[in-house]
């Protein structure tokens, strides 16, 4: 079963326009973090924010913003007043802890994808 | 300047071939990652390297062999290549493996013929 899940494929807006991402997750892990990603035409992966479930901040890195819902498991990415710049595929990434609280020695760094929102903004 | 070298960009091999794919970061960080994106996939976590030691080995096939010469390099050894194995492979690198943002290269598209 998937783990990250980003229900729509593909979104369209126009510029100026704001949208927002929507993300769900599953894991057992007290600990965790969730980052979004963009995967730009010219292939380049690029680190956008990160929420840990730590944390009850809003986080926020320029027109990037996420909505995080712990309890639902959900993370929601807003970019607002968007620009054709913007257009590009989106990712959700989980990162957990570990299996069962396992010691730090034996974290390994896995990120766990979504297969990603396809986005097209629009002049 | 880039801060992940990735090398080559693109890659054609015939099946039973093998293959080297080189990364370098200069992020100064310490653990190194490979991911994989076949199509109409998900990227999948491959292989996790921490200050030159494996950390995780999620690959099935032992065809696939990281080696860490210095510790910012992570290259990926492939061999009897097959076509499944077409896809294109992501090195990565963050500060260390404790939930630290993760920097991707921009990708070797590999096909096998």
């Not at chain 1, 299996?99 to 766990?112: A, D, F, K």
């Not at chain 2, 992570?74 to 194995?85: C, G, S, V």
């Given at each position: 079963a998937q783990k990250v899940i980003q229900v729509w494929s593909t979104a369209s807006r126009q510029e100026g326009e704001e949208l927002?991402?929507?993300?769900?997750?599953?894991?057992?892990?007290?600990?965790?973090?969730?980052?979004?990603?963009?995967?730009?035409?010219?292939?380049?992966?690029?680190?956008?924010?990160?929420?840990?479930?730590?944390?009850?901040?809003?986080?926020?890195?320029?027109?990037?913003?996420?909505?995080?819902?712990?309890s639902l498991k959900s993370i929601s990415l807003v970019?607002?007043?968007l620009q054709p710049d913007d257009s590009g595929k989106y990712f959700c990434a989980l990162w957990e802890l570990g299996i069962g609280g396992i010691p730090r020695t034996q974290v390994v760094g896995q990120l766990t994808f979504g297969s990603g929102t396809r986005l097209q903004v629009y002049a | 300047d880039p801060k992940i070298i990735q090398k080559p960009k693109y890659l054609v091999a015939v099946t039973g071939s093998e293959k080297i794919l080189i990364c370098e970061q200069y992020l100064g960080h310490n653990a190194m990652y490979w991911y994989r994106q076949s199509a109409k996939k998900p990227l999948e976590f491959m292989?996790?390297?921490?200050?030159?030691?494996?950390?995780?080995?999620?690959?099935?096939?032992?065809?696939?062999?990281?080696?860490?010469?210095?510790?910012?390099?992570?290259?990926?050894?492939?061999?009897?290549?097959?076509?499944?194995?077409?896809a294109?492979?992501?090195?990565?690198?963050?500060?260390?493996?404790?939930?630290?943002?993760?920097?991707?290269g921009p990708g070797t598209r590999l096909t096998v013929l």
């Amino acid at each position: 079963a998937q783990k990250v899940i980003q229900v729509w494929s593909t979104a369209s807006r126009q510029e100026g326009e704001e949208l927002t991402l929507d993300c769900s997750y599953e894991t057992s892990q007290v600990l965790y973090h969730l980052f979004w990603y963009k995967h730009l035409l010219s292939g380049e992966m690029v680190f956008l924010i990160r929420q840990m479930s730590s944390s009850t901040a809003k986080e926020r890195s320029g027109r990037y913003s996420v909505v995080f819902q712990k309890s639902l498991k959900s993370i929601s990415l807003v970019i607002s007043a968007l620009q054709p710049d913007d257009s590009g595929k989106y990712f959700c990434a989980l990162w957990e802890l570990g299996i069962g609280g396992i010691p730090r020695t034996q974290v390994v760094g896995q990120l766990t994808f979504g297969s990603g929102t396809r986005l097209q903004v629009y002049a | 300047d880039p801060k992940i070298i990735q090398k080559p960009k693109y890659l054609v091999a015939v099946t039973g071939s093998e293959k080297i794919l080189i990364c370098e970061q200069y992020l100064g960080h310490n653990a190194m990652y490979w991911y994989r994106q076949s199509a109409k996939k998900p990227l999948e976590f491959m292989f996790s390297y921490s200050y030159q030691k494996l950390m995780d080995n999620q690959t099935a096939s032992s065809r696939f062999q990281p080696q860490s010469s210095k510790k910012n390099h992570l290259d990926l050894q492939i061999t009897a290549l097959k076509p499944d194995d077409s896809a294109t492979y992501f090195c990565a690198s963050s500060q260390d493996n404790w939930g630290y943002e993760q920097y991707f290269g921009p990708g070797t598209r590999l096909t096998v013929l």
